[in-house]
């Protein structure tokens, strides 16, 4: 790694998700650092709209992970649970006054500020989790049953979990994996032309295969556009989710 690089740069450069942990719970000084850091981030309109919930009761857990097919949500060392929350705007606000607020409490605008708020404060979370000598991973299949999830963490309306980060000391050092190209993230004025971003991307899936196949553990033949085109191709139901957001009092489609 270049010598240039501050301690910052050095812990962001080496991110990697760890899905193996020690059977070591975190401190109560560790959370409460790691839940700091993430109040650090930047926020839309100093909104702060999301609230992290820690789920430590074993029997919620193990229910996660039934229903998630996700071993690491057992198996950590502190489980956050990640939520958008508009709800907490309204707490303070008269009856009249959370009529009033409806409509722009309820409109994807907002929906879509309280996602970024919520996506920003989880990666100050991770950093400040690796920061400490821990590992990390984002988990988004927390929401594969949301509405079951929701019920288990006694969600009011205008809260939505959006997925969980499992905490913990590592118990594996799995290799980085290679990110896109720079030419493939970071345009000037205006984005290429679809020839060259394949050609670009090309380049992308032959470095990951490579990965893939030589990397220590779970090995396969794979490239990264393939991988997410056979994805998008499943046609997974969406509706559903849709449906849900509706039932939480949000007007997003």
Excluded at 73 to 85: K, S, T
Excluded at 116 to 121: F, K, P, R, S, V
Aim: glycine share 4%; aromatic share 8%; proline share 4%.
């Amino acid at each position: 790694m270049n010598n240039t690089f501050n301690e910052v740069l050095a812990a962001i450069m080496s991110h990697r998700s760890i899905r193996k942990f020690k059977n070591e719970k975190l401190t109560p000084s560790q959370i409460e650092t790691i839940v700091r850091a993430a109040q650090m981030a930047s926020s839309s309109r100093f909104m702060q709209a999301y609230s992290i919930i820690g789920l430590t009761d074993p029997a919620l857990k193990r229910e996660l992970s039934e229903i998630t097919k996700t071993p690491y949500i057992e198996e950590n060392g502190h489980l956050f649970i990640f939520c958008a929350d508009l709800k907490r705007l309204t707490v303070m606000g008269t009856e009249q006054e959370k009529q009033d607020m409806r409509m722009m409490l309820e409109s994807s605008v907002f929906y879509q500020i309280a996602v970024t708020d919520t996506a920003l404060a989880a990666q100050n979370a991770v950093l400040a989790a690796e920061s400490l000598g821990l590992g990390a991973v984002i988990i988004g299949s927390v929401s594969k049953d949301i509405r079951r999830l929701d019920q288990m963490l006694a969600l009011p309306e205008y809260v939505v979990p959006l997925f969980g980060i499992a905490v913990g000391v590592p118990d594996q050092q799995p290799e980085i994996k290679p990110r896109l190209p720079l030419e493939a993230v970071y345009f000037e004025n205006r984005y290429p032309s679809e020839s060259d971003l394949k050609e670009r991307i090309e380049a992308y899936d032959h470095d990951m295969r490579h990965y893939y196949q030589t990397r220590s553990e779970n090995n396969r033949d794979a490239g990264w556009s393939r991988s997410h085109i056979d994805l998008l191709k499943l046609q997974l139901p969406l509706s559903g989710m849709t449906e849900y957001l509706h039932g939480k009092g949000l007007n997003v489609t």
